[in-house]
T-cell receptor, first 113, second 114 residues
C-alpha cells in the first residue's frame, strides 16, 4: 500500500525565517498528495493539495510541488509568522482516490516572535 | 456553507462503558470516514461509510462500529471502552467523484476514558 515519510520535529524557527518540511512518499500510480495542518486544540484543516506530477499546491503563503522523480512533496514558506505554529501532516490516499487517507507522523512547528 | 460538524466536543467515560459520537458531513458530500488520533500521533483510519454501508475498515477491533443515515450523517460507536481508547476522534467527509477524493475534517471529539 501507499505510505508517507515525514521530517521529524519539533522545528523551531524565528519569525520571518524560511521554512521547509520534508515529505517523501511511496505509492502505486500517481495519487493526489496533501498537506494538512492542525492548530493547537483543533481538528485537521486541508492546507494544500496537488493532483498530478509537477503540480504546485499553494495556500496562505505555503507551497508544495509534486515531484515524481524524487517522490517528494516538501512544504515550504518564505517567511513564517507566529500564527503558523501548528502540527503539519503530509498525507496521501491509501490506494485509490476513494480510499482512506494515510498520514505522516506530523511535524510540530513553533515560531518565536 | 457549513463544514463538517461533530458532537459532542468533549466526553468523559469510564472503562467498560459505551460511547456514541456523531458527525454531519459537509453539504454535498456523501462519504464519511472516521479516524482516531492519539496524543502526539497522526490520525489512524477506523472505517469509511458510503451509501449507508461500511466500505473500508482499518485495523480496529469489532468494539468499534458505525452507521450512516440516509441524510449522510454518521455515528461512531465504541463498546467496552478501554483506557487506550482515549483520543481525539475525527470525522472526515468527501464526495465520490473525480480523481481527487479530498477529505475535509471536522473539529473532532476528544474522548477521555478513566
Amino acid at each position: 500500500g501507499n505510505s508517507v515519510t515525514q521530517m521529524e520535529g519539533p522545528v523551531t524557527l524565528s519569525e520571518e525565517a524560511f521554512l521547509t518540511i520534508n515529505c517523501t512518499y511511496t505509492a502505486t500510480g500517481y495519487p493526489s498528495l496533501f498537506w494538512y495542518v492542525q492548530y493547537p486544540g483543533e481538528g485537521l484543516q486541508l492546507l494544500l493539495k496537488a493532483t498530478k506530477a509537477d503540480d504546485k499546491g499553494s495556500n496562505k503563503g505555503f507551497e508544495a510541488t509534486y515531484r515524481k522523480e524524487t517522490t517528494s512533496f516538501h512544504l515550504e514558506k518564505g517567511s513564517v509568522q507566529v500564527s503558523d505554529s501548528a502540527v503539519y501532516f503530509c498525507a496521501l490516499p491509501g490506494y485509490s482516490s476513494a480510499s482512506k487517507i494515510i498520514f505522516g507522523s506530523g511535524t510540530r512547528l513553533s515560531i518565536r516572535p | 456553507d457549513a463544514g463538517v460538524t461533530q458532537s459532542p466536543t468533549h466526553l468523559i467515560k469510564t472503562r467498560g462503558q459505551q460511547v456514541t459520537l456523531r458527525c454531519s458531513p459537509k453539504s454535498g458530500h456523501d462519504t464519511v470516514s472516521w479516524y482516531q488520533q492519539a496524543l502526539g500521533q497522526g490520525p489512524q483510519f477506523i472505517f469509511q461509510y458510503y451509501e449507508e454501508e461500511e466500505r473500508q475498515r482499518g485495523n480496529f477491533p469489532d468494539r468499534f462500529s458505525g452507521h450512516q443515515f440516509p441524510n449522510y450523517s454518521s455515528e461512531l460507536n465504541v463498546n467496552a471502552l478501554l483506557l487506550g481508547d482515549s483520543a481525539l476522534y475525527l470525522c472526515a467527509s468527501s464526495r465520490r467523484e473525480g480523481r481527487t477524493d479530498t477529505q475535509y475534517f471536522g473539529p473532532g471529539t476528544r474522548l477521555t476514558v478513566l
